[in-house]
């Protein structure tokens, strides 16, 4: 079977979708934050199987900028979440709730 | 790796994930991307959170205990479906053509990148550049350690 | 023709209510009830100066206006504040400006003690502008005004010593049972209004007289529901059955105001009213015929009343409702002229029998009971002797004022132009022997044999001042010659009364009664009115003799056929009561029970005040849901936000 654009959107798709209800579904803010890692995953592979379909590689300058934003942010993520952790001993999304009214 | 309890289960198959994306990516005439995305994703931010994993609780987060209720599981699949299936409907509902055989000379090279880097896209190149020094600075000063009390 | 003195014919009695009101125990008791008595004197002065115009232009053109000012214009509906007389009018002015005067005077001598005495001349003649404005509006809205505005003032008047709750109750009572009747006048009007809209010609007010009678042709489809709706309102004004039950109570009040409202003017605004719309009645016989017939009945039945009466306003009272139902019974059978007629003269001598009452109440220390007066004939000669001819004059003796218009209107209630109404003619018949029966009987019990009050109370009676006996010989004296007025040409007058009036009752049947209107029987003229005559004295004769030389048989009288009569009529037919248990008694429990319970507090505090609050607060429950901080809620709700937009782009986009 000839493998086309449309398998690899949706590929991209299905793993976008997971990693969304992965990070709504657990309480684990590590986890959540790889969630978040698959969700960029799969809008990468989009931007690839599109690049490769309209023969421009310039969107893989994006995915590029992707990666490096992707750095950054769980970078940035972790070491909030480390300093959560000093001050109230949990990782459980659960229990940070002091935005309630 | 979403559903696993473990966290360090969980980032095994994240780095699995990510090693099937880039030969995705391979197979897709990007091998620049592929080889960026074991580098960048597999090796150094999978690390940055085994790293963090094991530094605070250990392997199994007793926050995980309860699976999570059927309901909840539900009324996050449901929508995903949907969007899943809209998706699916629109790309059902266009007919996309075949992959061109014939590709651009160098088409995803490294030097193709550069030509792209140093030319229209110099700005983000730059911009980019910055968020990365941005994001440094900001991890060295939440990492700083306080002897701060812990409040509860 | 316009003449502008008109207006100042109603005006000037509104400014003497304004200043006696403002300045109130300000000005002295003397100014003030010389400014309340002036400004009448003006309005009467200026009335006979209006009536003689008219009398000098042509018979068929007698008409004066006095436009004041637009009250209101959308469109068709134009009503214009505005006056006017003409014959009809200058009648009741007459009436109404004259035996005002009297009373106004009258009321000097008679309210001198009260603390309230400038109150009561505001009142007075506030109530006289009220009247006039009825009478001289040139369409049925002012008549309204002046409709309304004698209602409040007779509320005002009736409960003039208020600070008793018997006088407030009373005053009340007259208001709400005056409502009643406006009620169906008020829906008359609409009724009239919206059946004529459609026939104006630019530049006609709806409401207008002249208008209205221009285009009476048209009125015949709603003619009957009009004019059955009409005299519900003349039945509250006028106190007719059903709705003249205020009418006793009143009596509550001073007597000046009995004599004024009650007897002579307010009461007969019904009467008026009639006779202003006559071409709308005349277009619906059966109207009519239930015109007449209550007017009957009320006649006959307040006269059994007033038989067992025990105080003597009360027994005046009721004869002024038996009055009152000989007017209706007029009108009812298209002599409206007659009916008018009979306004005038029972404004002489009703008004004299009720100031001659105030002036025996006066002397006998306030006292209204009968059954403890007599002998007063020798302590005040004036009021015996003026109280005497009134009484003649209502009985009907001829050729006293009360003879001549009670006689037109049987007679015309006897022939009519359908060929009569024998059977009411018979029922006014008989109450008129009642009529002087009873009177004969108040006039005994008052004046002759010998006194059976206390001591204490003996030795006060006095004649009273010339104030109080001077308008009661007045009265005395129109009672006596007023009906020369309109004299039946049978008999050799002149009709001159039902000449004047015939112009505005063109439209009628037997409007001008004597004047060749319809049927002219001479012979059977002459015999009615002999056949009246005798019932008249034997009433009288009957009366003076049983309560002279056969009180026991008085006594015994209750007892017959079972007391059965007697309880009836002396507790009016018990018919307070039943209204009590019919009307009232439903209408209180619906007040409390529906309004109250379910829709005041149900309803409004309930449903509407708390329940808004409840309903923020539920609100405002639910919303708090939306915070509560948890981080993955709020992903959920984007998830879900993502999924609708895309369901939103793909089939939409």
Known sequence: ?101 | MVTSRSAVMAACWLILAFLGSAGLYASLQAPFLAVMQVLVYAGAIMVLFMFVIMMLEGPVMPAEARRPRPWMLLGAVIPAGVILAMVIWTIKGVSLPAFPQNLPEGFGQPLSMAHHLLGPYLLAFELISIVLLVAILGALALGKSERSKPWK | ?653
């Not at chain 3, 630019?202 to 009009?226: D, R």
């Not at chain 3, 019974?329 to 009703?350: D, Q, R, S």
């Not at chain 3, 030795?459 to 010339?466: T, V």
């Not at chain 3, 009561?577 to 529906?594: H, S, T």
């Open chain 1, 1 to 101: 079977m000839e493998v086309g654009l449309t398998h690899y959107l949706v590929l991209a798709a299905a793993v976008f979708v997971v990693g969304m209800v992965g990070f709504v579904v657990r309480r684990n803010v590590i986890i959540m934050l790889m969630c978040l890692e698959l969700m960029l995953s799969g809008v990468n592979l989009t931007f690839v199987a599109f690049s490769r379909e309209l023969g421009n590689d310039a969107g893989h300058i994006f995915v590029l900028m992707n990666f490096a934003v992707a750095a950054a942010e769980v970078a940035i993520g972790l070491a909030i979440l480390v300093e959560i952790f000093r001050r109230r001993r949990t990782v459980d999304a659960d229990d940070l709730n002091t935005l309630m009214e």
């Open chain 3, 1 to 653: 023709m316009i003449e502008t003195s008109l207006r100042w014919i109603v005006l000037t009695p509104l400014l003497g209510a304004a200043i006696n009101g403002i300045l109130n125990r300000r000005l002295p008791k003397q100014a003030s009830g010389l400014l309340g008595c002036a400004t009448i004197a003006v309005s009467f002065l200026l009335s006979v100066r209006a009536v003689i115009m008219l009398a000098g232009m042509p018979a068929g053109e007698r008409l004066l206006t006095d436009t004041l000012t637009t009250w209101f214009s959308f469109g068709p509906l134009h009503v214009d504040i505005g006056f006017m007389v003409d014959p009809l009018s200058a009648v009741m002015i007459l009436v109404v400006t004259g035996v005002g005067l009297l009373i106004h005077i009258y009321s000097l001598g008679y309210m001198a003690h009260d603390k309230g005495f400038q109150r009561f001349f505001t009142y007075l003649n506030l109530f006289i502008f009220a009247m006039l404005t009825l009478v001289l509006g040139e369409n049925l809205p002012m008549l309204f005004v002046g409709w309304e505005g004698v209602g409040l003032c007779s509320y005002l008047l009736i409960s003039f010593w208020f600070k008793d709750d018997v006088n407030a109750d009373a005053g009340r009572k007259a208001f709400i049972t005056n409502r009643v009747g406006d009620f169906g006048a008020l829906l008359a009007f609409f009724v009239i209004g919206t059946t004529l809209l459609p026939f104006l010609h630019e530049g006609e007010g709806l409401f207008s007289f002249a208008v209205m009678q221009h285009h009476a042709h048209h009125l015949t489809g709603v003619a009957t529901l009009a004019a059955l709706l009409l005299f519900l309102g003349v039945t509250g004004k006028s106190a007719q059955i059903p709705l003249y039950i205020w009418l006793p109570d009143a009596m509550a009040g001073p007597t000046p105001v009995s004599a004024l409202i009650h007897a002579a003017t307010m009461v007969t605004a019904g009467v008026y009213l009639m006779a202003r719309m006559s071409f709308l009645f005349v277009l619906s016989p059966a109207a009519m015929g239930v015109v007449a017939a209550v007017g009957a009945a009320t006649a006959i039945f307040a006269a059994t009343i007033a038989l067992a009466q025990t105080d003597i306003k009360k027994v005046l009272a009721y004869s002024t409702v038996s009055q009152l139902g000989y007017m209706v019974l007029a009108c009812g059978v298209g002599a409206f002229a007659a009916g008018i007629f009979h306004v005038m003269t029972h404004a002489f001598f009703k008004a004299l029998l009720f100031l001659g009452a105030g002036s025996v109440i006066h002397a006998m220390s306030d006292e209204q009971d009968m059954r403890v007066m007599g002998g007063l004939r020798k302590k005040m000669p004036l009021t015996w002797a003026t109280m005497a001819i009134g009484t003649v004059a209502i009985a009907g003796v001829p050729p006293l004022a009360g003879f001549v218009s009670k006689d037109e209107i049987l007679y015309e209630t006897f022939l009519g132009a359908h060929g009569g109404f024998p059977w009411l003619w018979l029922v006014g018949f008989v109450a008129a022997g009642l009529t002087a029966f009873y009177m004969m009987r108040l006039l005994v019990l008052t004046f002759l044999g010998k006194n059976r009050a206390s001591q204490e109370v003996q030795s006060h009676i006095h004649e009273s001042p010339a104030t109080m006996t001077m308008p009661l010989v007045i009265l005395a004296v129109l009672s006596v010659i007023g009906g020369f007025i309109g004299f039946p040409k049978a008999f050799g007058g002149g009709a001159w009364l039902q000449e004047w009036l015939a112009p505005v009752f063109a439209g009628g049947h037997g409007a001008a009664g004597a004047h060749g209107g319809g049927h002219h029987n001479t012979s059977l003229e002459f015999t009615l009115a002999a056949v009246s005559t005798l019932v008249a004295l034997t009433g009288l004769g009957l009366g003076y003799f049983v309560y002279t030389k056969r009180p026991q048989l008085a006594e015994s009288a209750r007892g017959w056929v079972g007391g059965l009569p007697h309880r009836l009529f002396a507790h009016k037919y018990y018919i307070d009561e039943l209204y009590g248990k019919v009307i009232y008694r439903p209408l209180q429990k619906f007040a409390d029970i529906v309004c109250f319970r379910w829709i005041d507090r149900g309803l409004i505090d309930g449903l509407m005040v708390s329940g808004s609050a409840v309903l923020a607060l539920f609100g405002g429950s639910v919303l708090r849901l939306f915070q509560n901080g948890m981080v993955r809620f709020y992903a959920w709700i984007f998830v879900l936000g993502v999924a609708v937009f895309t369901v939103y782009l793909t089939f939409l986009g």
